[in-house]
């Protein structure tokens, strides 16, 4: 019997499609439990649409523990459409749909697949601001102002830094090689952040620090 063929037996549900990555291994955990305390885990039919999927690791590990949300996986990378296919369908409570293309630098309107206006009740979006463009960020705002009901929440998760303020060493040392990778990229201060947030109807709500010092950020759509 072959390699693959011994693996399936013995792990008949899992995808070779999928992929894995450390850190989104170790922060699924922090990050669902994160969200588990501020989402309404009851009322039917709710509506979750997470920005940069990546690999598809975080609608993996969440969608199961919220059965009552429907996730939107998104990607830029038509690359990573495979592997989050994968986990939607491994997914025992088959809550995760398939992932469509979004370049988040456009306005919704313009997406391949344009959703509605207040369509979703919660957003999600797990470090991509310092490894994209600023317009990224821009971007974000602007979707979560246009897609979210009222009282609907964006989740944002990563590295920040707070009023010109960052801390400790090792976040100041990540932003500077982010820097020399890519001068487009980087660390983005929370206070600027709340200016885009301001002019798309949004409010910062709560600040919950994380591992590895990462920061857990919620706003509300006013």
Not at 13 to 34: G, L, T, V
Not at 150 to 157: I, N, S, V
Request: net charge neutral.
């Amino acid at each position: 019997m072959s390699l693959t063929k011994r693996l399936l037996h013995i792990y008949p549900r899992c995808s070779f499609a999928k992929r894995s990555h450390p850190s989104a291994d170790r922060n699924s955990q922090p990050i669902s439990e994160a969200i588990l305390s501020q989402i309404d885990r009851s009322t039917p039919n709710l509506q979750l649409l997470e920005i940069a999927s990546g690999s598809g690791q975080h609608a993996g590990f969440l969608a199961p523990l919220l059965p009552n949300i429907t996730f939107q996986p998104t990607e830029y990378e038509r690359d990573q459409f495979g592997s989050i296919s994968a986990y939607a369908k491994d997914c025992p409570t088959g809550n995760i749909r398939s992932p469509f293309h979004v370049d988040i630098t456009q306005d919704p309107k313009d997406w391949e697949a344009p959703p509605s206006p207040a369509s979703y009740d919660y957003m999600f979006n797990s470090n991509m601001m310092h490894i994209s463009p600023w317009a990224c960020s821009i971007g974000l705002f602007r979707t979560a102002g246009q897609l979210l009901k009222k009282g609907g929440r964006l989740f944002t998760y990563g590295p920040y830094a707070q009023d010109g303020v960052l801390a400790p060493q090792s976040n100041v040392d990540f932003d500077r090689s982010l820097r020399q990778r890519d001068a487009s990229w980087g660390v983005r201060d929370i206070k600027d952040l709340k200016v885009l947030a301001t002019e798309n109807g949004l409010q910062l709500e709560k600040l919950l620090e994380m591992p590895s010092n990462n920061k857990f950020l919620t706003w509300l759509k006013l």
